[in-house]
């Protein structure tokens, strides 16, 4: 007599069964993905901001999502303070893909210069940010929003107006470090504070500027449009985020008096001077 065998399936028929399981199974996280994205609120924008500038700079009553949405801007003196200022009314935005990244588009009634296009590019490790608006100046800002940040700010009260704007600006993060090409300027326009009875006090020129023989460092200089109160200064702001800046405040001729309270305050005083000193 003869022993009968069962037919035996051929060893590779499981793994046939499971391939259209695991195939199904990444469709499925592939779809939850794009869901996730497509309809992500707008409060993860709100907490990447608040992450990149360590609670300085806030959104604040988001609505909508990451692609189409508002929310109100808010600068703060960073955790644990309790020094805040919000620009009047809200900012919109819309994001959209273009080319290999995304464009941010930015409008506030108050503040912004019809449309802030910026060009957000990400890469393996890497992420660029660049200004992608050709308009003579980005934004014009209240000085009194300052107070926001805290200290000294909010001792000085600041009136007049900021106007920003740029030059081929482009940040790049590249293991963990910014990197900056083009030129990023802001304008403090007819300053006044409300230590000097003194008003206005003068415009001022604060420019940031990439420096091409020494990459990763950018060159921070302040000059005194016009005004009775001059400013002046220069420094360096690095990659790593570390800062220096030095310096001075003084009176134009015949200002002295009408200045002499406020230049005690600003700065360490040096006979008719005070100088300022950051890091």
């Known amino acids: 007599m003869y022993a009968t065998r069962t037919p035996q399936a051929p060893a590779d028929t499981g793994r046939r069964h499971a ?28 907490r990447a901001l608040a992450s990149a500038t360590e609670g300085h700079l806030l959104l604040a009553d988001t609505r909508g999502s990451i692609w189409n949405g508002s929310g109100v801007l808010v600068l703060s003196g960073g955790a644990g303070s309790r020094d805040a200022s919000a620009l009047p009314g809200r900012l919109r935005w819309q994001m959209r893909l273009q080319g290999a990244g995304l ?3 930015l409008q506030q009634d108050c503040c912004v210069n019809q449309q ?48 920003l704007s740029a030059r081929e600006l482009k940040f790049e993060r ?10 990023l300027q802001l304008d403090l326009v007819n300053l006044s504070s409300r230590l000097s009875t003194l008003a206005p006090l003068g415009s001022y020129r604060l420019s940031l500027t990439a420096d091409t023989a020494n990459p990763g460092v950018s060159q921070l200089r302040l000059s ?21 800046f030095v310096g001075e405040a003084s009176a134009a001729p015949g200002r002295e008096e009408a200045l002499n309270n406020l230049l005690n305050i600003i700065g360490r005083r040096q006979g008719a001077r005070s100088v300022l000193t950051i890091g």
């Not at 590249?174 to 030129?183: C, H, K, N, T």
């Open 19 to 46: 391939t259209p399981r695991r195939w199904a199974v990444a469709g499925a996280v592939l779809g939850l993905l794009i869901v996730l994205v497509a309809f992500a609120p707008a409060s993860w924008l709100a």
């Open 103 to 105: 464009q941010l588009a």
């Open 116 to 163: 802030l296009l910026l060009g957000l590019r990400p890469g393996l490790g890497r992420l660029a940010i660049s200004v992608d608006s050709q308009a003579d100046w980005l934004a014009r800002l209240p000085a009194g929003w300052l107070a926001g940040l805290g200290t000294p700010w909010n001792t000085l009260q600041l009136g007049g107006s900021l106007r």
């Open 174 to 183: 590249v293991q963990g470090r910014w990197l900056q090409s083009g030129d």
């Open 224 to 244: 005194t449009l016009e005004g009775a109160l001059q400013l002046y200064g220069q420094g360096t702001l690095s990659a790593s985020g570390k800062s220096r």
